[in-house]
């Protein structure tokens, strides 16, 4: 189905780091069957120190900024390497595209990057690691010492707008794929779920490799059930073979 294809978007969500120790959000055990999500909403966190205090701890207990690639994030760099892929949109915020080897500006994360923390009021950024350093000093709501401004991770909080810049990104290589691979993701998060219906609507195939049934098997040319780690080295090898 992919044979032709030159300018795959590869799509993907959670599911793609859970053999790298990271769980996902949505699954029989992920994040918010432990935490409601609702205590970590924008608004929330702008007033209320305790939710600021509770989110850095859990950035602190996080496996997030220590994991490593698998190798699904490795096989797309193989078909990035080999100019078959226009981009690769992320709803995840661990970082390891990149640290995979693919460059920076083909990773469109929608939902930002867990590795910086940003000022709300002055937009300084700055490593994520030396402000939990702070968090593990004690300082249980560091603020910015620029301006002593709220910091907060550089990821998108539910009631958060997401950036501009990477939904823009993310609609023109949708309008530039002819064809997705979507992988470990339930494809039920929106604006992001849109990104491959667009490239469907289009008239172009799109391949799901999931764990489970995501929101949009009824949309797939082929599903391929299985831990992206096992899956998408040999899709990829082949493919590219």
Known sequence: MLADCRRILAFTGAGISTESGIPDFRGPDGVWTRVDPEEFTYSRYLENPETRRASWRMRGDSRILDAEPNRAHLALVDLWNADRMVACITQNIDGLHQRAGLPQDAVIE???????????????????????????????????????????????????????????????????ADAVLAVGSTLSVFPAASFPIEVVEAGNPMVIVNRGPTELDD???V???????????????KLLG
Not at 118 to 147: F, K, W
Not at 223 to 237: H, K, W
């Open 110 to 176: 929608l939902h930002g990057n867990a590795h910086h923390t940003v000022c709300v009021g002055c937009g300084e950024r700055q490593d994520t690691v030396a402000v939990l350093a702070r968090v593990s000093a004690g300082e249980a709501d560091p603020a910015c010492h620029d301006c002593g401004g709220i910091l907060k991770a550089a990821v998108v909080f539910f009631g958060e707008a997401m950036p501009r810049r990477d939904l823009m990104r993310a609609a023109m290589a949708a309008s530039e």
């Open 223 to 237: 599903i391929v059930t299985g831990a992206a780690g096992a899956v998408l080295p040999d899709l990829i090898g």
């Open 219 to 221: 949309l797939a040319t």
